[in-house]
């Protein structure tokens, strides 16, 4: 059974545009007038003052028509978005490395007449498009790739390779749906530019890169991304969701992404000889006792009903049979949602590996935390009203309430600023994939994963209609505010 039959099409649900022409007159190079009128208004307008505003102004009347609605404006322009999805997918970029993709980016929004800022907290790329008073919405994409070697089989597959920081040759895959991302708010561009009858206010295009590392977002909040640029009054974002059917759009009010903090324990040893153990202290033991006594934090302190994870990645210690070494290296990641039980966690490890090298005798540990993104927190004003909004245009059951998972996502730190943020899932795997995968009772491959890929033309038809509806609602034609 497909969940998703009584989803109706974005095509068929149009949005509710007034009919308000526009009047643009310019007296200056640098002064432009818009007066908005309706029918009645310009008819009863008198003749001479109508030819001298057309006479003073360089600009022609601009009588906007109600525009096409944007599941319409997307299937007929989806050809050339998804050629540009592909471009974005053969051509990925890692964390701190998308110059091209960037420069791409730039390009498209160059087009449009936006006004547009590169090397933005690296190469991030921020556009403006200003439409009339009203408040300003950020939307957000992010921008680069993984270290991975893709294996879709797909005829536009990745086959970049480039050489990592280590100095080994690596893949480059975009195995996490930046590249749909990225197609998703340039079609998003293209139809506001077209369509400004339907809206009033500023939208800034953010284009964010090394989201892989949770370290973008920063860079560009640093790099005055909301002093430089019109401070939002809202913050938007879609992330494609890999069990989730195309067509269907997941929205989740409060917590629903992880703070995510990564830990190096180094514990130290007396190394020597495998046939004296007496005479050493063995870094290895107390490492495997301390990966044992680590998985009680959560099932033992941390409250059943508070979401932890503690998860020992990495462990590398000695050379041979019979060398005993003289240190043990650990590597763990740490999830919470709430800040009290993120800092229960990091206390908590800090005293284990402490408490384990004491009862060994040993010297103690060096540990090492270092906080990586925190938790992204949806307002829960703006993702139910979004989502009451998305429910009447999409239907009821293409709208779901998810539930928070314990991977992480920088675009939190967006919301950390004071500015409510709302990151809704885009279904992008279609229904008949993932029936398949449940024929075969495996799980649809994960983001990340180097045989994802998800289903474009489906997942943009749904994406582009979706990011539009967010801003016509949060900056309606007329509204001043």
């Not at 997918?89 to 936006?114: C, D, G, M, S, V």
Request: proline residues 8%.
């Amino acid at each position: 059974m497909n969940p998703n039959r009584d989803c109706k099409s974005p095509s068929l649900q149009p949005l509710r545009f007034f009919r308000v022409f526009r009047l643009s007159v310019r007296v200056h190079p640098d002064q432009q007038f818009v007066f908005p009128f309706t029918p009645e208004m310009i008819v009863r307008l008198p003749i001479t003052v109508l030819a001298a505003l057309l006479a003073c102004s360089a600009v022609p009347l601009l009588f906007a028509a109600k525009p096409a609605s944007p599941g319409e404006w997307t299937k007929t322009n989806l050809p050339q978005l998804i050629e540009l999805y592909r471009h974005f997918h053969q051509n990925p970029e890692l964390p701190l490395k998308e110059e091209k993709t960037a420069a791409r980016i730039a390009q498209e929004l160059e087009l449009l007449e936006i006004k547009v800022t590169t090397r933005v907290g690296g190469y991030g790329v921020v556009g403006v498009l200003e439409n009339g008073p009203g408040k300003v919405v950020l939307l957000r994409s992010d921008m680069d790739a993984l270290p991975v070697v893709e294996q879709t089989g797909l005829p536009y597959a990745s086959k970049v390779r480039v050489e990592d920081a280590r100095g080994a040759t690596v893949g480059v895959m975009h195995a996490c749906g930046h590249d749909l991302h990225m197609a998703n708010l340039i079609g998003v561009a293209r139809y506001l530019v077209s369509a400004r009858v339907a809206w009033s206010g500023t939208v800034v295009f953010v284009f964010q890169p090394a989201e892989e590392l949770g370290a973008g977002a920063a860079a560009m909040i640093a790099d005055g991304l909301f002093g430089r640029f019109p401070r939002p009054h809202y913050a938007v974002a879609l992330h494609d969701s890999a069990d989730s059917p195309t067509g269907q759009i997941g929205y989740l009010a409060g917590f629903a992404m992880a703070n995510v903090d990564s830990v190096d324990i180094t514990i130290k040893g007396r190394g020597g000889h495998g046939a004296s153990p007496e005479s050493t202290i063995d870094p290895v033991v107390i490492a495997a006792r301390l990966v044992l006594d680590l998985q009680t934090i959560v099932s033992r302190e941390i409250k059943p009903i508070h979401p932890a994870v503690v998860t020992v990645g990495s462990i590398h210690g000695g050379t041979k049979h019979n060398i005993i070494s003289d240190e043990c290296r650990l590597q763990l990641t740490l999830r919470s949602l709430s800040p009290e039980v993120r800092q229960q966690l990091q206390d908590a490890v800090r005293r284990k590996a402490l408490a384990a090298a004491a009862s060994a005798g040993a010297p103690e540990p060096t540990i090492e935390i270092s906080e990586g993104t925190p938790a992204l927190f949806n307002d829960p004003h703006l993702t139910n009203r979004l989502a009451g909004m998305l429910k009447k245009r999409l239907g009821e059951k293409c709208v779901v309430e998810g539930e928070p998972v314990m991977g992480g996502e920088d675009f939190g730190r967006f919301g950390s600023t004071g500015v409510p943020t709302c990151m809704l899932r885009l279904g992008a795997v279609g229904q008949k994939r993932l029936d398949e995968f449940a024929a075969r009772k495996v799980p649809p491959h994960s983001l990340h994963s180097p045989l994802y890929f998800p289903d474009a033309e489906e997942a943009l038809a749904t994406g582009i209609p979706t990011l539009v509806a967010c801003v016509t609602e949060l900056l309606p034609p007329g509204n001043s505010d």
